[in-house]
């Protein structure tokens, strides 16, 4: 760390808030005040052994709303809508292969950033395996308890809910509950574990009836006030002295959607508060349906207007603020409600440090770095502008009121600089990979709306959601995006003059929009984009306008979700008589033997441009495009290509890049994740005799209905209740093969989804 001058940091420094007085919050936190809880009988007790109701909000699947998991939400939540607990619902089986059997790190880092929010901000937080079919995932639900348990079962403010909204019977439900359970007591003896219940965990009175043995147990109830009046079941499950537990409901039906009843969501809220029962609104989400609390496009952060809220979340925010806040009590030294925390901010940037607390009044800050006295800063606010190395290393405040004083967590500050992908600026006229955007990560090379990339692809260790494009080899796109996102990449425009913008896009709903900035300038206005048709059905979107030469860092910010992006070809309407520059060169690629890829290379300069492709420096006859197209590649394919591109005032040379061949790929590039979900109709990329052994030509299971890939693998439909496609017609000696990634070594079970079909033959 460099060493501190007073006198230069100061210059950095400026106090936002200078107060002597201030109280954040009106309370207390939650956890603070009311600490470990237990079950006694058919109630929820405090440490204290009074009664003690928990209210609150259920988050939306990880895998499909995280931008909301995140410490800014959950800070919203707890000041402004008087929750006093979350429920982080973590998606587990999709069919979109999102959640965390397929991406098990990904999802539970969401769900630890939850848990870690809750703990810092003092309310509980319910840890959800959000599943319908938990009995077929035992293993990986108590590899994840486990985990939890032993790194936060500690902390008063974990409850497990072991298993969401169970669809088979009681039996296998209740063995599934006592192997998870006795696995979270290795670790956690004391916290709250809720257990669903059959049939969507509506049926709490069969559980009740043959209940799991053990201390601290509570049974799931989940209903929605618009298709459901069963609060006799609550009512008589409490009655035989068992406590239960509301972890999700609707004020709308049960589909998610329709009107808001408000008369039966009354009388279930008059219900649950007589005897107790805790409860969780479904959901925080802005997608378009009644559940949702916001409208979509809302803040992920918190801070929602009036306007901001649907009916729902009108109704269950004034609710939950009608129950009183815990008292402050008058004697005790500061109690920090909201630490400050690290942060990794660009250089030259500006940011704030924060800290909340209650306690008896008047309350004096004093802000450190280091171990040295910041001089001035003496109000709950340490703001730092234009940040440099000498502003890196640790901060703390320490806190003091006329009973004592308390010190907040150490935290640090680094910064980050930006870079370009490819080590310069990417030339204007070209082409823009919309996946190649600056190095330097969040606020830097773009802004992303939730943690970590949720496609798998490309660049998996940034949070810009990047997925392999369907159908076309060593290409990607950037999805899942959402309103205010932005990427932002480093160029060189090459003269001024009008220029078009070709944007290609997919989109399945309704389309989306953007607009684009170089600098600070707006060149190109909000625009919408209509459907295309698919995910992976890309069309073109063009927008004309006026660019400046030279360096500049131009941004392309979404406006409204709902598609995602390939690329953006720049095009220059009055080119100047120049010799050729090439602006995006070939780059690497690699390819199963049989399969078809691309080379492509983007240049500008006086017209007519012409060019020559080259294997291994010798010419490829007829090979005289911008992209060079190989088809049904083979070992002898594999080394370098590159082009030359010439017009009549010179030549231009592209890099070389190299082709790699393999046998077999995963499908679409993303191997299979174990402990987890091998989806039997996943198999390998690579065709007969290198991913698979099929007997027979072509897919004996007709119909378009049966045709989930184009192979000779005889895929056919599910026909037992289940979504998607399974193998049938299988002969002796066939084979399929699956790339797979195995996150750590050890023992263990695997089981097969089998459908035996037995004909019967009757002699007479």
């Known amino acids: 760390m460099k060493s ?3 006198l230069n940091f100061y210059s950095a420094v400026f106090i936002l808030l ?16 009311h600490g470990q809880l237990s079950i006694s009988g058919n109630r929820l007790k405090d440490k204290n052994g009074n009664n003690y109701q928990l209210r609150g909000m259920s988050m939306f699947w990880s895998n499909w709303q995280g931008k909301f998991w995140n410490y800014e939400t959950i800070k919203w939540l707890r000041d402004d809508w008087n929750c006093n607990v979350v429920r982080a619902a973590m998606g587990i089986s999709t069919d979109d292969k999102s959640g965390y059997l397929d991406k098990p790190e990904l999802e539970k880092q969401k769900m630890i950033t939850v848990i870690e929010a809750a703990i810092d901000l003092g309310i509980y937080v319910i840890v959800d395996w959000h599943s319908h079919s938990a009995q077929n995932e035992t ?4 590899a994840f308890f486990a985990e939890i348990s032993k790194k936060y079962g500690s902390y008063p403010n974990i409850i497990y809910e072991t298993y969401n909204e169970p669809v088979t019977d009681w039996g296998t439900i209740k063995n599934y509950h006592n192997t998870v359970v006795s696995e979270i007591r290795k670790n956690d003896t004391k916290n709250v574990i809720i257990l669903g219940t059959a049939f969507y965990s509506q049926n709490v009175e069969e559980a009740v009836n043959s209940p799991v043995s053990g201390s601290n147990l509570c049974y799931a109830l989940h209903y929605y006030a618009a298709s459901h009046s069963f609060w006799g079941a609550m009512e008589n499950a409490s009655s035989k002295g068992y406590y239960v537990f509301v972890s999700e409901f609707g004020t709308c039906s049960s589909s998610g959607d329709g009107n808001i009843d408000v008369g039966n969501s009354n009388t279930w809220w008059s219900k649950m508060d007589a005897i107790g029962v805790s409860w969780c609104n479904w959901a925080v989400s802005d997608v378009d349906e009644a559940a949702a609390i916001v409208k979509p496009g809302s803040s992920i952060g918190g ?117 370009t992908f490819y080590g310069k600026s990417q030339v204007l006229p070209g082409v823009i990979q919309f996946e190649d955007f600056d190095k330097g990560g969040q606020n830097i090379g773009y802004f992303d709306a939730s943690y970590g990339n949720s496609g798998g692809g490309y ?30 990449y480093s160029v060189n425009v090459g003269w001024d003059g009008e220029y078009t913008i070709d944007v290609y896009y997919a989109s399945l709903p309704g389309g989306g929009a953007y607009s684009m900035y170089m600098g600070d300038k707006q060149i190109a206005p909000l625009t919408t984009v209509p459907t295309s048709g698919g995910w992976f059905t890309y069309g073109k979107n063009t927008v004309t306008t006026q660019l400046t030469k030279g360096e500049n860092i131009f941004k392309f910010k979404i406006e409204a979700s709902g598609f995602n992006i390939d690329y953006l070809e720049f095009k220059s309407t009055t080119p100047p008589e120049i010799a050729p520059i090439i602006s995006i060169n070939p780059k690497n690629s690699t390819a199963k033997i049989g399969t078809s890829t691309s080379f492509f290379v983007s240049a500008t300069g006086a017209q007519p441009l012409s060019y020559q492709w080259y294997f291994n420096d010798v010419i490829i006859t007829g090979a005289t495009k911008s992209t060079l197209d190989l088809t049904s590649v083979d070992i002898d394919s594999e080394g370098s290509y590159h082009v030359v591109v010439t017009n009549h005032l010179g030549t231009a040379t592209s890099t070389k890049a190299t082709l790699s061949i393999t046998t077999t790929s995963a499908y679409q590039g993303i191997p299979a994740v174990i402990p987890g979900i091998v989806l039997c109709k996943n198999f390998d990329e690579g065709g007969n005799g290198v991913a698979y052994n099929d007997l027979t030509d072509g ?21 037992d209740g289940n979504s998607g496609h399974s193998i049938g017609y299988i002969d002796g000696n ?10 750590f070594s050890g023992t263990y079970t695997v089981g097969f989804r089998l459908l035996l079909k037995v004909q019967w033959v009757l002699l007479v």
Do not use: M
């Open 699 to 719: 897919n004996e299971a007709q119909g378009t209905q049966h045709n989930f890939r184009d192979e000779d693998v005889d895929t056919e439909a599910c026909t």
């Open 18 to 33: 200078f107060s002597l007085f201030t109280v954040s919050l009106s309370a207390q936190t939650p956890v603070a005040v």
């Open 4 to 6: 501190f001058s007073p």
């Open 459 to 488: 660049r998996p260790d940034e949070d810009v959601d990047i997925e392999p494009i369907q159908g076309r080899a060593n290409e990607f796109a950037v999805g899942f995006t959402d309103k205010g996102e932005w990427l932002a």
């Open 139 to 142: 293993a990986q639900a108590t």
């Open 734 to 743: 066939e084979w399929l093969e699956y790339s797979v990634q195995v996150k």
């Open 303 to 419: 801070g929602w207007t009036s306007s901001d809220l649907t009916p729902n979340g009108v109704l269950v925010r004034d609710k939950l603020r009608s129950y009183a806040k815990d008292p402050v009590p008058t004697n005790i030294a500061p109690y920090i409600t909201s630490s400050p925390k690290s942060q990794s901010v660009p250089i030259n940037s500006s940011t704030t440090f924060t800290v909340e607390a209650v306690g008896s009044g008047p309350i004096t800050y004093k802000w450190y770095f280091g171990n040295t006295l910041i001089s001035g800063a003496t109000g709950n606010v340490l703001t730092l502008n234009n940040i440099t190395e000498e502003n890196v290393g640790s901060y703390y405040c320490e806190l003091t009121n006329s009973v004592g004083t308390t010190k907040s967590k150490t935290v640090t500050l680094d910064v980050r600089y930006r870079s």
